[in-house]
C-alpha cells in the first residue's frame, strides 16, 4: 500500500468477494476503523439499526470451535483430513463480523433497516478493500438456527443478516460479468 486511498469508482469496480482467504490475521485496530468510517451510511431516521458481534485474533479460536459445530454437518464422524479441509473456509479469515439488524414490526421501517444495514455492510467492504482487506458477505443457513442466535446474543427482535469475513489474500477472483446498463435501464415513459 501506498498510503493513497482508491477513488469511490475505482474501489467500486474492483472489489470482488474474496472466498479464499490466506490466514494472515486482521489487526484489530484496522479493523475497528473500517467498522467506525462504515457507519456513514445512508439510514432513514437515523436509525443506524445496525450492531456487530465480531472476532479477531483473541475471540477466533471460541468462534472457530463454534463454526465447526454449525458449519460441518456431522464433524465428529468426518476423517481428520477431511475435516481440516472444510475447516480452512473457518479458520481462514483474519476476522469476522456478525451484522445484527433489529427486525421493526412495520414492514416499511424493516425494509429500510434491512437496506441501511446493507448500505452499512456494502461500506465496510469498500473500506476494506481499500486497506488490502477483502471481505465476503456470506448467509449460512445457520445464522438463523436458535442456538446459534443463542451464542450469538441474539435478541428475539433481532435477526443477523451477515457472517461478514475480512481477511488478506493471494489471487483476486475474476469479476463474473454483469448487465449492461441498457439490459436493466429502460426510459420513463417507454413501457
Ligand atoms: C446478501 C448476500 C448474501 C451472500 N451470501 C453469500 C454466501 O452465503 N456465500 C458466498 O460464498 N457468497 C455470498 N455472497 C457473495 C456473493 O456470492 C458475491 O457478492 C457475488 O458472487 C458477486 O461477486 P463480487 O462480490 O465479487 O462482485 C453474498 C452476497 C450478498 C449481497
Redesign the pocket.
Known sequence: MNGQSLSVRDAILQR??I?KFNGQPVERDTLMTVLEDAKWAPNHGNREPWRLVVASSEELDELHTVLREFGIPKWQELPEVALSKQMKKFLDPGAYAFVIVKEDVRQKERLEDYAAASCYIQNAQLLAWDLGIGS?????PFIDAPNFREIMGVKPEERIISMLQFGYYDEM?K??PRMSVEEFVTFFGSN
Open positions: 470482488r468477494s472466498k465476503c458477505w456470506k448467509t449460512p477472483p469479476a463474473k
